[in-house]
């Protein structure tokens, strides 16, 4: 159950602040290009996780506990958590940042550490 709630607000994490995805989707960054084809590593909470990033348009993430649908718009990665309620809510991402790099990300459960694999 813990793990769930984890997930849960890992999901929400990701969706802060949310931002309305523009109607025409700017190219995606260097950054987001690289989470997208090579997946992360995130830590939240004291939960370590992967997520896997689809060409379809999904993904999915700690060993399959939770997925959905993501769009890309710049430097913004949106998702959408059907099962947790979360509509294309977006986090933006540091420029500059490839496989290998890890940085953190704000979230309401504190910091959010993502490693590009």
Do not use: H, W
Not at 103 to 111: A, Q
Request: glycine letters at 12%; hydrophobic letters at 40%.
């Amino acid at each position: 159950m813990k793990l769930k709630l984890v997930l849960l607000a890992a999901a929400a994490a990701l969706a802060v602040p949310a931002i309305a995805i523009a109607q025409e989707a700017a190219a995606p960054s260097d950054t987001i290009k690289a989470v997208v084809e090579k997946g992360v590593t995130m830590e939240i909470a004291g939960n370590v996780g992967d997520i896997e990033y689809k060409t379809d348009g999904t993904f999915s993430g700690f060993d399959g506990q939770f997925g959905g649908t993501y769009k890309t718009n710049g430097n913004k990665l949106c998702i959408t958590v059907e099962a947790f309620g979360i509509v294309d809510q977006c986090q933006e991402y540091p420029d500059g940042k490839k496989s290998g790099d890890s940085f953190e990300l704000t979230s309401d459960m504190g910091p959010m550490k993502i490693t590009i694999r």
